[in-house]
């Protein structure tokens, strides 16, 4: 049973298109968090959601929207697709600060091909 | 200001060799993690070790242990005994307190390994 489970894992499409990624994670963690890991490798984070309230919003254009609709779900969706946004979308999750080590448990990414 | 510095980009070991992947970190924060990932080829995120800032003893876990001196800001990586499935990107992170009591981990650009036969 996959513990943060991550839809679709390719995704193939054309500039301007709109598109979500789905993220749900059955660890019972109160945080989670969308990262980008672009051609290079880097792995940036973008958005970070604890128990439905967004803490962080890193410097992310607006055509990137997260929603939360309960502690274990995570989407991303992204408007007006550019060639940029080529990457993998990395889900990962989190229990509380205070419970260590609070590492992070990865989804297996969402590769996104834009044309 | 980079966070996380890890300086080597790539690395070679012989197979059965020890190695050190370095990482340097930047925080004001006096409660901090860091930890290791492995990337191999097929994608997936792969926690290896942790080190808290508090932690007297450095961190191991099997053939990877944590070279932690937190005076000089460093949490070096060391496989020891290297194997071909070894090969993979690594990364340090760090996790640093936000106020609420949130955190956030932010990653270094990664060291990627082969290990020669």
């Known amino acids: 049973d996959t513990a943060v489970s991550q839809t679709p894992k390719y995704l193939v499409t054309q500039m301007g298109n709109d598109k979500s990624i789905k993220c749900e994670q059955n660890?019972?963690?109160?945080?989670m968090y969308w990262y980008k890991q672009d051609s290079k490798k880097f792995l940036k984070i973008m958005f970070s959601?604890?128990?439905?309230?967004?803490?962080i919003n890193e410097t992310v254009p607006n055509r990137f929207s997260p929603k939360s609709p309960d502690k274990a779900h995570l989407n991303l969706h992204i408007n007006s697709l550019e060639l940029g946004d080529s990457a993998v979308y990395f889900c990962?999750?989190?229990?509380?600060?205070?419970?260590?080590?609070?590492?992070?448990?990865f989804g297996e990414g969402s590769r996104l091909t834009v044309l | 200001a980079q966070k996380i510095t890890q300086t080597q980009p790539g690395m070679f070991v012989q197979e059965k060799e020890a190695v050190t992947l370095d990482c340097t970190y930047d925080t004001s924060d006096p409660s901090y993690g860091l930890f290791w990932y492995k990337q191999p080829s097929s994608g997936e995120m792969i926690f290896l070790i942790y080190q808290g800032s508090y932690d007297q003893q450095n961190a191991t876990e099997g053939r990877y242990s944590l070279n932690f001196q937190k005076a000089r800001k460093s949490a070096n990586l060391v496989i020891s005994a290297s194997q071909l499935g070894d090969s993979a990107m690594y990364f340090c992170a760090m996790r640093e307190g936000l106020s609420g009591g949130y955190q956030k981990v932010t990653f270094g650009t990664g060291t990627k390994l082969q290990v020669i036969p």
């Open positions: 990962a999750s989190s229990q509380d600060f205070h419970t260590l080590p609070g590492e992070l448990f």
């Open positions: 660890l019972g963690h109160d945080t």
């Open positions: 959601y604890n128990n439905k309230e967004l803490i």
